[in-house]
């Protein structure tokens, strides 16, 4: 685990303090496993003027060496070169070619790509099966309004969390389902390091292949 000692100003009373923001997490650590990212723990901060919690987006890099995988979650495109000398920084991981790197921007999206690569998924099929799913889901419930839609990894069984302001869904989705269209698309390597709707829109309008 990498973390520093950043001021923070609370969003309620205004007064700055001193907090230690995670940076970097990496896998292989037993210490940095005990760290709950599906509740957001590294992004969560309580002011100790007022006791206000804050949910802040900032920097995190999570390090899987098992799954060859390293999240990036920005808060600002400046931070792009964080990543670099972060990764570089990891000796023979970092130099791997076999590496998947991706670029999100939230704690929601960071803990959707744990979910799939932990689960030995494959995220461009997810994001290809969500898209088809959030249509099947505006077919059957036309009044709702879907806000986002998350790949949900829950006691092994997979589904998408359709995020809707007036109560949200969840629908099952089937290990063999998803493998059967990983199967239909073979995918090549490298993959593109940002993976989400947009990706899997033009990937399926034919306008790059990825
Ligand atoms: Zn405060």
């Known amino acids: 685990m990498r973390s520093e000692t950043k001021t923070i100003r609370c969003n309620s009373c205004e007064k700055e303090f001193s907090a230690r923001v995670i940076l970097q997490i990496d896998c292989a650590k037993a210490a940095d496993r ?3 990212l599906s509740e957001g723990e590294p992004f969560l901060f309580t002011c100790p003027h007022c006791g206000a919690k804050m949910h802040l987006n900032h920097f995190l890099l999570w390090v899987d060496e098992q799954h060859t995988v390293a999240l ?5 495109e400046g931070e792009l070169s964080a990543v670099e000398e972060a990764l570089s920084a990891l000796v023979s991981f970092g130099k791997a070619a076999s590496i998947r790197r991706r670029y999100l921007s939230s704690p929601a999206q960071l803990w959707e790509k744990i979910s799939i690569f932990e689960a030995g998924l494959d995220d461009r099929t997810v994001e290809i099966v969500k898209l088809y799913m959030a249509e099947e889901v505006r077919r059957a419930y036309p009044q709702k309004t879907l806000t986002d839609v998350l790949f949900v990894c829950k006691e092994g069984l997979f589904g998408f969390l359709f995020r809707c302001p007036d109560g949200d869904l969840t629908v099952e989705i089937s290990k063999e389902k998803l493998d059967a269209v ?4 073979a995918f090549s390597e490298p993959s593109p390091q940002r993976v989400d709707a947009a990706w899997a829109l033009q990937f399926l309008t034919g306008g790059k292949s990825c």
Do not use: V
């Open 182 to 185: 990983s199967a239909q698309f």
């Open 72 to 76: 990036c979650n920005l808060a600002d």
């Open 34 to 36: 005990s760290i709950d």
